[in-house]
Structures are given as structure tokens and as C-alpha cells.
């Protein structure tokens, strides 16, 4: 039964209320959230203003009128249009740092994001790294974890989308990272002649035409460029593997997400000595190579 609102609610009875409600619409999750209580403690903390740190401490809190009318419309849009929750809030959290979003760009999720707060250890040694790139940035997400990450670093952040590097330029002046920051416009490798790097991280399009079709409809409202990859989800990977070793440095680290495409990845790769680390956190589907170990 669903619960109906009382007349004075607090916010943990909000977020019980939208557990539920949420639960009944079967809906998808993925974008930032991996289950309802979750994605119904964002719309409850997102809807009164409150800061996810306060954690628990939030819960006894009653609910003024304003934001028990913010925390039904936004719902109900969440149910309604089976829209990633991050489009309708316009922040996403990825690495600790809270990014804007829309549906010009990916809602940031990758894994990659433990990878860059552990600065890529043991992999290279953070000291030395001066130099990254981001290619596929969309937001910014990973290009500025990875600032964040190497304050003594720079960090090129390039997509070919148009739209998606008007949100990541948003972002970077939000953070305040432009002196370190450089966003580019590039077709993967194109626009970067001569420019090497110690690090070189892409979550670039991974779908496979087959499960683009089977993508439920919260996926379905991010842009097409950012996910499908042709028939076995490996054009864009390809490319980077194609290009890297012309853009690392000597000794130099790449790291892609593949996702579920990693077999259809390791069939057509099977001499390349690919290194799939474990996250503590959940996800899988990345692989590093260090620049020695790049096919020529």
C-alpha cells in the first residue's frame, strides 16, 4: 500500500514515502544511484536544500510546506517522464565534486572516479604526472577529478560535442579550475597534434548496437553520441588504441572503460596485456595499459 504524506513530515518519512513510490514505478536506476532509497534521499535532500553530509542527522527534521510541494513534483517527474534524476535536478556527484548536468551530456558514473581520488596508484607515480587527458569529457567529470587530484598537474579536457564542452566550460568555472583546465574541441585524437601526456582516461562510447536497443528508457534520454559504438561497441576504443602511444609520454599510463563490452574487447585484442583493476566501490569494465605495452 502506498503511503500517503502526513500532515507534519520529516525528512526521513519523506524519503521511506518516496522509497516506496519509487519502488512501485519499477523504474531503472544507474545514473549516480543504484537502488530507490537512494535516488528517493536525493530527491528529498535535493528538494529541502539540504547537504548530503548531513547525513542521518537530517532525518528528524520536519519538512516545511515549500519543500513537500518540490519533493511531489519532482516525484512525479521522476515517475512521469523515467528520466535520469540528475537531468530534472541538474547536479550529478562524481569523485566528491558536485557537477551541473543536462541532456547535452552523460550523467558522470564511471567507475574511473576511484581510480582518479587513488591519483591512478599503483599504476604511475603521481609525482611525475604533469601532463593529462580526458578525451570524451562530456561534463568535465573525470578531467576534473583528475585536477582535483593533481594540483600540480594540467589537464585537457576534449569531446567532439559541441554541446557537451558548453557544460564542461559550466563546470570548470564552477570549480574555478580554468587556470589548469584547457576544454577542447577534438575528434578523438585530432585536434592534439604533438601534445603528450602522462595520463590519457576516456569513458568514451562502449554500446553495442544490439543492447543500444535494449537500453531501458532512462538511458534512452542521454545523447546517442555518448553511448553507442557500432556493432560491437568498440569504434571509439579502437581509435584510442590506435592513437595512444603518438600522445603518451614515455612510460606513460592509458585508462578506458569498456564496460560491457570488454569481451567483445579482449576477442578482438587477444595479444594486448590489458590490466583490469578492482574497485572497492562497485563497477568494472576498465582496463589500463602503461605506453610500453601499447601494440605499434
Not at 500532515?7 to 543504484?34: F, M, N, Q, S, W
Not at 573525470?142 to 557544460?167: H, K, M, N, Q, Y
Not at 595479444?271 to 601499447?294: C, K
Request: aromatic share 6%.
Amino acid at each position: 500500500m502506498r503511503r500517503v504524506p502526513r500532515a507534519r513530515e520529516t525528512v526521513g518519512e519523506a524519503i521511506l514515502r518516496c522509497t516506496e513510490a519509487l519502488e512501485a514505478a519499477k523504474l531503472t536506476y544507474g545514473h549516480g544511484t543504484d537502488n530507490a532509497r537512494d535516488e528517493a534521499a536525493e530527491i528529498v535532500f535535493f528538494s529541502a536544500g539540504l547537504a548530503h553530509s548531513l547525513g542521518a542527522r537530517a532525518y528528524d527534521r520536519a519538512l516545511a510546506p515549500a519543500a513537500r510541494r518540490r519533493i511531489a513534483s519532482l516525484l512525479r517527474r521522476r515517475i512521469e517522464l523515467r528520466a535520469p534524476l540528475a537531468y530534472l535536478t541538474h547536479r550529478a556527484f562524481f569523485a566528491g565534486i558536485e557537477l551541473y548536468v543536462d541532456r547535452r551530456v552523460l550523467v558522470p558514473r564511471s567507475p574511473i572516479a576511484e581510480l582518479a581520488m587513488a591519483r591512478f596508484a599503483p599504476w604511475i607515480s603521481p609525482r611525475r604526472v604533469r601532463r593529462i587527458l580526458d578525451l570524451g569529457t562530456g561534463s568535465g567529470a573525470i578531467a576534473l577529478a583528475c585536477a582535483r587530484a593533481f594540483p600540480r598537474a594540467t589537464v585537457d579536457a576534449v569531446d567532439i560535442s559541441a554541446g557537451a564542452l558548453a557544460v564542461c566550460r559550466r563546470n570548470v568555472r564552477r570549480l574555478r579550475l580554468g587556470a589548469r583546465v584547457e576544454v577542447l574541441r577534438s575528434d578523438h585524437f585530432s585536434a592534439l597534434r604533438g601534445r603528450r601526456y602522462d595520463i590519457i582516461v576516456s569513458n568514451p562510447p562502449y554500446v553495442g548496437r544490439a543492447e543500444m536497443r535494449r537500453l531501458p528508457a532512462e538511458y534512452r534520454h542521454e545523447p546517442k553520441l555518448g553511448l553507442e559504438a557500432g556493432a560491437d561497441g568498440l569504434d571509439s576504443v579502437r581509435q584510442i588504441l590506435a592513437g595512444a602511444r603518438a600522445h603518451l609520454a614515455a612510460h606513460g599510463l592509458l585508462v578506458v572503460e569498456v564496460g560491457n563490452s570488454e569481451r567483445a574487447l579482449l576477442r578482438a585484442y587477444p595479444r594486448t596485456r590489458f590490466v583490469w583493476p578492482e574497485f572497492s566501490i562497485g563497477g568494472g569494465g576498465v582496463f589500463l595499459l602503461r605506453e610500453q605495452d601499447l601494440e605499434s
